[in-house]
């Protein structure tokens, strides 16, 4: 039994918390907004009155916020200083590279441990207990944390020193965004051509193009009864997510001077997308940037 404290609890990290409690951890959960705490006890969370409380007893603390920001403004305003020495952070948000190796030097300039664990398969993932963990920190906290992200997920890949999960993460989402965009163009050009959906489809999957935007997130209704487009595009995961992922991906890219073109148009194109959501824009699948939202 290892004693927890899980800040953040929103989509992702109250039922990984849940699945933490029912595991048989000590789970002390806290979140700034009320509707989450509300949920969180409702869902069996003892729930902290602050951040700093949450982590004072703590053996393990995980974040699991909207942003890097959110990251490097808690560690450095009340958690690191409030947490015993050596506890170990599980930092799971999706962030920078550059910011998860700033909140890990943070993190054992206090005396404490860190890795970076960000997570894909989205809150059904979460809920299931079948996330993929893409980990970077030190071999003894990666052995540390093993135990517990295998209660939360069912792929876990040590990928190498601090940032290096974010880095996994950022790749493969930005191969995510290019794909979805790439199979979203191609069935608009069938639809032109006179190519119905299901025969593109059938050629597709099986050919050359096959890859998990269209085979799992198939961008029309019909071949794949599971993907969004046949709920009426309701997304298991926003637009506006994919386009955050991507821009981190645009600030990898400028950073390390990548030459990565297709990367920085997906970014655009997804900010695009998302801009219009915000003002109240649908999804149909017939124009280009229209890719639907992926569920990571
Ligand atoms: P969310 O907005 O639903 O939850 C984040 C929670 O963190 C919020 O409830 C917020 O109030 C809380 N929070 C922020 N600052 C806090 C602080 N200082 N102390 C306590 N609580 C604080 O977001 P989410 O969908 O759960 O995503 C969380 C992270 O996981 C993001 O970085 C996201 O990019 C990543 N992610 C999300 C998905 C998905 O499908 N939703 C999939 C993979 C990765």
């Not at 940032?163 to 989402?173: M, S, T």
């Amino acid at each position: 039994m290892t004693r927890i404290a899980f800040l953040g609890l929103g989509h992702m990290g109250l039922p990984m918390a849940v699945n933490l409690v029912e595991a048989g951890h000590e789970v002390h959960g806290f979140d700034l907004v009320p509707a989450a705490v509300d949920a969180a006890r409702t869902a069996g969370i003892p729930v902290a009155a602050s951040g700093a409380d949450a982590v004072a007893d703590a053996d393990v603390v995980i974040t699991m916020f909207p942003a890097g920001k959110h990251v490097i403004a808690a560690y450095q305003d009340e958690l690191l200083a409030a947490a015993r020495p050596g506890t170990l952070f599980i930092e799971s948000s999706t962030i920078a590279v550059d910011e998860a190796r700033s909140a890990h030097q943070l993190a054992v300039d206090a005396g404490h441990r860190n890795i970076d664990a960000p997570v894909s398969g989205g809150v059904v993932g979460a809920e299931a207990g079948t996330l993929a963990f893409m980990v970077g920190g030190a071999e003894d906290d990666f052995a540390a944390a093993l135990p517990l992200l295998e209660v939360m997920g069912k792929r876990i890949v040590h990928c190498g020193g601090p940032g290096l999960g974010q880095a996994a993460k950022v790749c493969n989402n930005m191969i995510l965004g290019i794909s979805q965009i790439a199979v979203a163009e191609a069935f608009v050009l069938a639809e032109r051509l006179g190519l119905e959906h299901q025969a593109m489809y059938d050629v597709v999957s099986q050919a050359s193009g096959q890859c998990w935007a269209l085979t799992t997130n198939c961008p029309v209704p019909g071949p794949v009864p599971a993907s969004p487009a046949n709920r009426d595009y309701q997304p298991g995961f926003a637009g506006a997510l994919m386009a955050k992922d991507l821009g981190l991906a645009l600030q990898a890219i400028e950073q390390t001077s990548t030459d990565a073109r297709m990367g920085r148009l997906a970014q655009e194109l997804y900010a695009a997308f998302a801009d219009g959501e915000e003002r109240g824009a649908t999804s149909p699948a017939s124009s280009p940037t229209s890719a639907p939202a992926p569920s990571d």
